[in-house]
């Protein structure tokens, strides 16, 4: 006597191999850190002393609460608020990590608006935007022009936002897919 297989059913090996373990392992790199990398400066109209920072904006558990607590703060305009901060500053790339300073998602600001990246489907992907977006250092590190070099550099590390850790590529896969609220 035969059984028919239902697709439905999964044994609880494979339940716990694809689901409960993978969860506990996300689980043991909580919080994930966000922060944000922009242009600072002291004054306004002087580009040339512009220069690269991040600023940390905080902890959350989980991935959802970190994107939400990171649209609302560049929403508010909330990024670099503190008393010691810097006058002005352009956000230009927002990072969520895991403890271990793992990419767990990353997004472009454009006009307000984080442009979540969609993760590497692969190693050999992965491969690639390594290889480009060390062209693009590279060709920074000879640019003449301080604003061409700028922004060369984020053109990079706006590639290098797909560089999701492999632990978390189906996490934030399946975070874009979410409803995002406006």
Request: glycine letters at 4%; charged letters at 25%.
């Amino acid at each position: 006597m035969t059984f028919a297989r239902f697709e439905t059913f999964r044994s609880i090996g494979h339940t716990l191999a694809a689901d409960v373990l993978p969860a506990l392992y996300r689980s043991q790199k909580l919080p994930l850190r966000i922060s944000c990398l922009g242009v600072a400066s002291y004054d306004a109209s002087d580009v040339a002393n512009n220069f690269d920072r991040v600023i940390p904006l905080g902890e959350c558990l989980s991935p959802e609460e970190a994107i939400q607590a990171a649209a609302l703060r560049l929403s508010r305009g909330d990024i670099c608020t503190a008393p010691n901060s810097f006058p002005y500053f352009q956000p230009r790339i927002m990072l969520i990590q895991d403890r271990d300073q793992r990419l767990v998602r990353a997004g472009e600001i454009r006009a307000g608006i984080i442009l979540w990246q969609q993760p590497v489907a692969s190693d050999a992907e992965g491969r690639r935007i390594v290889t480009e977006a060390s062209r693009l250092r590279g060709m920074a590190f000879r640019a003449s022009e301080p604003g061409d070099a700028r922004r060369l550099r984020y053109r990079a590390a706006a590639m290098e936002a797909r560089l999701v850790d492999p632990v978390w590529r189906e996490t934030a896969a399946d975070l874009l897919r979410l409803p995002q609220a406006a």
